[in-house]
């Protein structure tokens, strides 16, 4: 659903070409200082417009529309919305009959029995994660002095990211990438086993970013090919500091003290230039697919920042839940 | 926490040696044939006793002692418990002072200010698995006719595991790998995202289970390094049928009626024969530890029931939420 | 928290002088019929104007800026918000000292450590009911041929309701009453206890309500002075229908398929034009408080609406969740 | 569903006549002391055996099988079983087709398909409070210093309680009453509105007992006759102390650190020892059902302990919510 979180509680709404995106995050504490300019630096990564990203441009001017007095958070829900402007309905229309492979128009109709709002992906879309990356601004906030950064260490293979993405453009094609995520600082103790490890909780948001096609943390898919001895990172220090970190800073679930790194991969953008052969639910056949709007040739460009904020949002609400001492 | 599932809800219970272990299913549908002979069979595929896995012999016989009545759910909780009988807690007596690397002695005595059950990892103890697979089997019988198979596809890096475990019994080592699990029969429909997709909801639970490090589903790492026209499975007739199934039979979250198909990373088992340099607590220096206890040497070859249990319980929950056609 | 529900999820934020208040359901079915129209009738029901209601004047007027595509509900979230126009927040700025009596202005204060938004009463003012109400209307569409109907059958004890409302005006003080409401067609099954028997969950809804103090279902409070030969309702055909109806329509927390009915009692409002003696934090001594800004002189005039809205909700949930023939 | 709570957090399981009656406590702190022994006070009190209460006799000796170790809580799931051992089914193996009056026979039969364990009522049966009470004993531990009290204080409309008993045993009836409960030495600031205020989640756990029929906090019914002026409670120093308290120690869904208290009205019992008129599923026709078993005259006399019980399990989650000072 459209929920989550147990004590900092998100709530999102919006479609891409309905009239806002939204979201609401209950069990934010009273007292942090909270502005509309906040949201501002990472909304600015967030956007489009660079090389590799969608020429679609929405100002992304978010209004807080509850939960903020006298420039504080009150302890009620704090709604923040996003007003749609640069929409291009009419992109769309046909491919209520011919699905876009890749996207979710063909399970979208049939779950939702045809009523879907299908205009840019509707509630599927990408632009949801306005609403992660706002919540995640709130977040940053709550865990300080967590630090939490992400990069986009790969696309399609290279470190050499400029030159896949001129590679990919002048294909007409679309790219995906590797994106990590390290997250430093953080306290002992977060997480609530045995459902709710520490992976288990951040993956689940992971996995709502559309896009992304798997996750690893520390030594990843590599511990498969590891001895114990190898990978058992040897404790230090009476503080928990290991010698490796291949645990990525979590022992049963529960943070340990050493720093939370974890590395996802994120699929290229279904939406391509190129003509595809795709079936037509209408005429009954298989028929060549050219999509319209304007896409990003690899949205990984974009998603550290809403990696980011998932990872945030899943600490905060371990921090608000944890009795720390 | 130790609840998960929104419909078809668990609520595990127990420790490694204490007095038992158990899970509550709560939301299973009345009408459901049910005995305790049904859970044999996957219980006989985790128990330990091949080579590579420990020697600690349990009957797990389970005892239902809710929720059935006259042979079938009654719709009310079902609760199965095991009780605990070959436990030799004296092996595990000095870890408290001295934690074991890549174990939750450390982060489970922070956490729990000192009062966790430490003997045989306590609730963190992979036997907990054991309610996982009880809940699998009921799951299973609920997503009907949907089959869920997962098998142990590489060891150590090595496709011929027999020789891996061999290998890793003679270096006195513990080796991880790789699981591979597909869902056939799956209707279009599953998951509720935005945050509910079917990718979020499976990796949650797969993070729980003990010692694993990774998840991809379809092409998953793979994903980042291919473009848009190749990873884009197209759709080949009205049933939703792809040419390919990169996408590992969800879209936008939700299944779209190709088979599901997601691999997992298991970590070598933490606890190994050979001798260990970490940290004592008390002594307050770096000090050799050998584990004693009885352990896996690939806790992997364990894992395929595990995962399978956890898959079907995601399903059975999307399964009961979900108003399919 | 600023959430209820299991499969007909309601998140409420906003302020009596804030920005604006509102509401985003999830889980409401796609393909049911919704347009800004259909909240006028419950929302003229609840506005203020009438004698004995407070003459701030609101337009409140819904917006839906979600979840709503060519007329019919997507399945997405669908929200609905309400700005706030006629706000005069002078009036209350010297009560952060002076607390009301009766109010949650020392308890918000204390709770959210002088963060809260104060101004007429903040996130606890009544006027977030306008979320209820809306996501009632919602709810009485999903529930159909379900019929809610509640009135206030008593103000200050007297069934001359008119009278009672004039007597107050006169004597500058303000009343309560008892507000009855009944449910028709209700199908059999609804209800999932152990926890959420269907009084549990009403009674959590309508206490969430400002200013209810009680609740009774059925023989309510009279049943505690009833032989049991008198209080058992005896069946008296194959559909359930029985010769008498103190148990409400529920027996063991599920709709028996007989009316459900229940009385909820709603205190006299808080504000009154009378001058109070309280005690005033800044100076440290009980003082005289006269209550500025527009107020009802009896709340539960305006409630009405508010219960059948909050009994549709809860039944809108049990409707979707349960699985009946 | 059977599960309650957010941070301390309840499944309960089991049937009148099956293997046993159990509850898992998730969220219990760690650190708490706790023995088998601790739950006997209450669960005297509980227990039948007195006048006007069923013959049925158990042990009722609870058994912790999870999350204690060296006799205190470890922070994992705590599960306290009790085993039937008194149990007279074939009392019982007629009233599948004639319903009992009162009970949920007809609408366990209906909801659950006919598969429900009609046996005592199963899951239904009012043994299930053995759980609470056991999670109350735990609960009221979490919440020190706060002392909860609950009381009948009339059965039958009447004072003399053990003059209405002898009554109701004379005449082959069942008799109701009323149960106050209280609660002293509370902090200000437990409550989570705007859904779950303080009477919000009390009254939804009262109302999982069952033949609760009613409700009501501090002036309850009678605040609906009323005026302002009487009812509001002045505040009389800086501690938020009142001079009256009809409020119930409550604003806003706060504690506001005066005394909480509450009435609810039991219904009599269901099963009477007198002949009743009631349709006959099988036989199609309304016909005599005389009831044998064992059942309590009055089981108001057995609520006070269980009324104690859900108060405290209301209080601890709200008091492991809240973020005090």
Chains 1, 2, 3, 4 share one sequence.
Do not use: W
């Not at 309905?18 to 509309?36: A, H, L, Q, R």
């Not at 995640?136 to 470190?159: E, F, M, S, T, W």
């Not at 009476?238 to 939370?260: D, F, P, Q, R, V």
């Amino acid at each position: 659903m459209n929920n989550f979180g147990r004590k900092f509680r998100l709530s999102i709404f919006g479609e891409s070409h309905g009239k806002s995106v939204g979201v609401t995050i209950d069990g934010c504490p009273p007292g942090i200082p909270v502005s509309e300019e906040d949201f501002m630096p990472d909304l600015d990564r967030r956007r489009s417009g660079a090389k590799g990203t969608t020429p679609r441009q929405e100002k992304d001017l978010p209004e807080i529309i509850s939960g903020v007095f006298n420039g504080f958070s009150t302890g009620a829900p704090l709604t923040v919305i996003f007003k749609n402007e640069d929409t291009r309905s009419k992109d769309y229309s046909k491919l209520v009959e011919h699905p876009r492979p890749g996207h979710a128009d063909f399970t979208g109709f049939k779950k939702y029995k045809g009523f879907n709002d299908y205009r840019g992906g509707g509630h599927f879309s990408a632009r949801l994660t306005l609403a992660l990356v706002s919540a995640g601004v709130i977040a940053k906030k709550i865990i300080q002095p967590i630090d939490i950064q992400a990069n986009l260490i790969k696309v399609n293979g290279n470190i050499n990211i400029d030159k896949a993405i001129d590679d990919a453009i002048a294909k007409g094609e679309s790219v995906g990438g590797i994106v990590e995520c390290q997250a430093l600082n953080i306290p002992i103790g977060l997480g609530e086993p045995f459902f709710d490890s520490v992976e288990s909780v951040i993956s689940h948001l992971v996995f709502a970013i559309p896009a992304i096609k798997g996750i690893e943390f520390g030594s990843g898919f590599q511990a498969a090919e590891m001895y114990g001895s190898e990978h058992n990172d040897l404790i230090i220090d009476e503080s928990g500091k290991t010698k490796t970190n291949y645990a990525a800073g979590i022992n049963g679930g529960i943070t340990n003290g050493n720093n939370l790194i974890f590395r996802i991969a994120v699929k290229p953008t279904s939406s391509i230039a190129k003509d595809q052969e795709t079936f037509n639910l209408k005429s009954g056949k298989v028929e060549h697919l050219r999509i319209g709007g304007r896409h990003d040739v690899c949205v990984a460009l974009r998603v550290p920042v809403v990696l980011e904020a998932v990872t945030a949002i899943a600490l905060a609400d371990f921090f608000l839940l944890a009795d720390l001492d």
